[in-house]
């Protein structure tokens, strides 16, 4: 069997930001107890220079075996040249403005069969641990038929986290104590744990259904009289 390979996703572009912090406490955490067979990697999106989306085709469209080459931008063949080589993704996201950033929806927004019945995890942090981000991106995640495990860890930071990181190099002891009795490693474990279990599980990706089911509706509806009628 071949290795698996999850992917953290890194979203925030701005700087000085937090994410990078955010995100290493999270692969730290998993890597504690990685199973064999699984590889970790990181992406960060702020390495692939996307701009607003501006490919002239709608990723969806594209075919579904090598969708890389059809895109008119290098920067969109990198990052779906990046993107296509996992399993499986972790989104590690802050939230702005009671949703995801528009670097992270603007990065998923520029693939599609890339992502597509792949399971995915959502880490989300903010002032009240930015569960709303992760409900927008829960949806989102739905909509390009991934596998969106129910466990969506949620870290609740302050407005000195990010000043304590550009001081200290690090996330502060205490907030990470406080994050550990509160249940939320419990819960990246947990998280973690219903990822694995899609992996293994892994039926045929969602997108072969969604594209199959048109085409064959629309065969019966040439071959048959009465589906005709329909
Ligand atoms: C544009 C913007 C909007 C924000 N909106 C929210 C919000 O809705 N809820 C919240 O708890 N924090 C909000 N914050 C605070 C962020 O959670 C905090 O700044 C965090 O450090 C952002 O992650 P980053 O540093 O990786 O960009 C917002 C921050 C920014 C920059």
């Given amino acids: 069997m071949h290795e698996k390979t999850i992917a953290f996703i890194t979203s925030s572009t701005r700087s000085p930001r937090l994410n990078p912090f955010i995100t ?16 970790l990697h990181s992406v960060d999106i702020t390495n692939y220079n996307l701009p607003i989306y ?3 085709r709608i990723p969806a469209t594209l075919p579904k075996e090598d969708p890389t080459c059809h895109y008119q931008h290098e ?7 990046e993107i296509r080589k996992y399993d499986a993704y972790i989104f590690v996201t802050p939230q702005y403005n009671w949703s995801l950033p528009a670097s992270l929806k603007n990065a998923i927004d520029y693939l599609f069969h890339e992502w597509t019945g792949k399971p995915v995890g959502i880490v989300s942090y903010g002032g009240h641990g930015g569960s709303k981000a992760a409900a927008h991106l829960q949806d989102v995640t739905r909509g390009l038929r991934m596998k969106c495990v ?48 899609n992996l293994n599980s892994s039926p045929k990706p969602l997108m072969e259904k969604t594209i199959l089911l048109p085409l064959t509706i629309g065969f019966y509806c040439r071959t048959s009289r009465i589906l005709y009628t329909i």
């Fill in 24 to 39: 290493d406490y999270v692969r730290s955490v998993i890597a504690s107890s990685l199973p064999n067979g699984i590889s």
């Fill in 75 to 81: 920067t969109t063949r990198k990052w779906s040249y």
């Fill in 54 to 56: 501006n490919e002239p």
């Fill in 150 to 197: 129910s466990t969506t860890p949620s870290l609740t930071i302050t407005l000195k986290t990010l000043e304590d990181c550009m001081r200290n190099g690090r996330l502060d002891d205490g907030l990470k104590q406080l994050w550990l009795e509160g249940g939320c490693v419990e819960a990246i474990h947990k998280m973690f744990a219903e990822i694995l279990e």
